[in-house]
């Protein structure tokens, strides 16, 4: 009996669920970030926000970094040994991350954790190709839409309970997270069994394919396989633009304040969490993987615009639900992208993804940044403060076009008389 045969039945459902648990602890993470690790540097800069948000730049970006140049690595490194110790050692890298967080005595230690996390951060990369080695391509789409559950579940709950546990001390959060990403790893490193078997790895490490550069010859020796990476690769850069300017854009367009913000996140998240636990297997049914990806990014290309022209804030909550249809777009892509390599390049795809959402997570922040600040300095002429979100939405607008045409079917050659 093979290993991938002994992924049957109750084992191949537990091991699902540990990559849904891993998938939510990593989400979660980033969720109790978002008002907790600001307080932190800002508390470690001695209360200087100008310094405290240089920092958070460079955290942010340093992360970026780390994930374009480590993802190909691990990715290939999974293809060659498993997905299991790599996707433990990328467990471990944050919980090592949150540890450094809860304990750094200063911003240098803290600056470390970055590095650690950002070199390991390969679990959701990893996670997805594991999906993809236990799952038939038909069932794919749902799978993988409950890796976007696990997105609406963390970024709902995961901001309140890292505000939460901050009203207590402003270190237990990351204690928390480290708990719960430890656990994690314990639990895989004594329970999860590996789902590639020998016989589908590949047999040697081509170490130039594990290069940025080199993943992306991967993407670009299937038909239509770069058009989707690059439909993803707007689709991430479009998905930056809340978490840069979500806070500073509601505050000043519409008075919002945070309790405000709160609820709005979560309308976000809860919408987002039905379309994926609900709507994405009979949805992908009915119109199909390419259908799915369409209509996402169409709907966050419409929810963006909403969110981007509104006048008001209750016609930017009516976007919500529109906007929600993007959970579509993940289960849609990764449903086409993995039918088009063979189980021993999963990881190499996954590994040229996070090459390419290190890129986002690079070049966004400063787009819709410094994009916003311009506009408020031009308001008296542009009057447009939604300038980054209408970015945002002409990102994905192309990133559908290109989907359009890297999925187009392919046409029938003509019949000889």
């Not at 709005?264 to 259908?291: F, H």
């Not at 209408?390 to 046409?411: D, N």
Request: with cysteine.
């Amino acid at each position: 009996m093979t290993e991938q045969d002994s992924l049957q039945g109750g084992r191949r459902r537990a091991a699902v669920g540990f990559i849904f648990i891993t998938a939510l602890i990593d989400i979660m993470a980033l969720g109790i970030m978002i008002p907790v690790l600001p307080t932190l540097v800002k508390q470690m800069a001695g209360g200087d926000t100008a310094a405290a948000a240089e920092w958070n730049v460079l955290f942010s970006t340093t992360f970026g970094v780390m994930q374009f140049f480590c993802s190909p690595i691990l990715g290939l490194l999974s293809d060659r040994f498993g997905r299991r110790p790599v996707l433990l050692t990328s467990i471990f890298g944050l919980g090592l991350d949150f540890l450094f967080m809860a304990f750094a005595p200063n911003l240098r230690w803290l600056f470390a954790g970055r590095v650690i996390n950002g070199a390991t951060a390969a679990s959701l990369g990893t996670a997805n190709a594991y999906i993809a080695d236990v799952t038939a391509p038909e069932n794919r789409a749902r799978a993988f839409g409950l890796m976007g559950a696990a997105f609406g579940i963390g970024f709902t709950f995961g901001p309140a309970l890292g505000g939460l546990l901050a009203g207590i001390d402003i270190r237990l959060p990351f204690l928390v997270c480290a708990a719960l990403a430890l656990s994690n790893w314990l639990y895989g490193f004594f329970i999860l069994p590996e789902s590639l078997p020998p016989e589908r790895r590949t047999r040697t490490l081509e170490w130039k394919r594990a290069n940025p550069l080199g993943s992306l010859k991967l993407l670009r020796s299937k038909p239509g396989l770069l058009g989707l990476a690059g439909a993803g690769f707007l689709f991430q850069m479009g998905h930056v633009v809340m978490p840069v300017i979500f806070v500073l854009y509601t505050a000043h367009r519409y008075g919002w304040s945070p309790a405000t913000m709160g609820l709005a996140m979560m309308a976000t998240g809860l919408s987002n969490i039905i379309v994926q636990a609900v709507l994405i297997g009979p949805v992908v049914k009915r119109i199909g993987e390419r259908g799915a990806l369409l209509l996402g990014l169409a709907s966050g290309s419409l929810g963006f615009a909403v969110f981007g022209l509104a006048p008001e804030g209750w016609i930017y909550l009516m976007g919500v639900p529109l906007f929600a249809l993007t959970g579509f777009v993940q289960p849609g892509l990764q449903g086409l992208m993995t039918r088009k390599v063979s189980p021993h390049e999963q990881g190499q795809l996954q590994g040229a993804n996070g090459a390419m959402g290190g890129v986002a997570g690079i070049l966004a922040p400063s787009i819709f940044g410094l994009s916003f600040a311009w506009a408020l300095r031009h308001d008296a002429i542009l009057h447009q403060p939604g300038l980054p979100v209408l970015l945002a939405s002409g990102f994905l607008a192309l990133g559908l076009l290109i989907a359009l045409r890297a999925t187009a079917p392919a046409a029938s050659p003509p019949r000889s008389a």
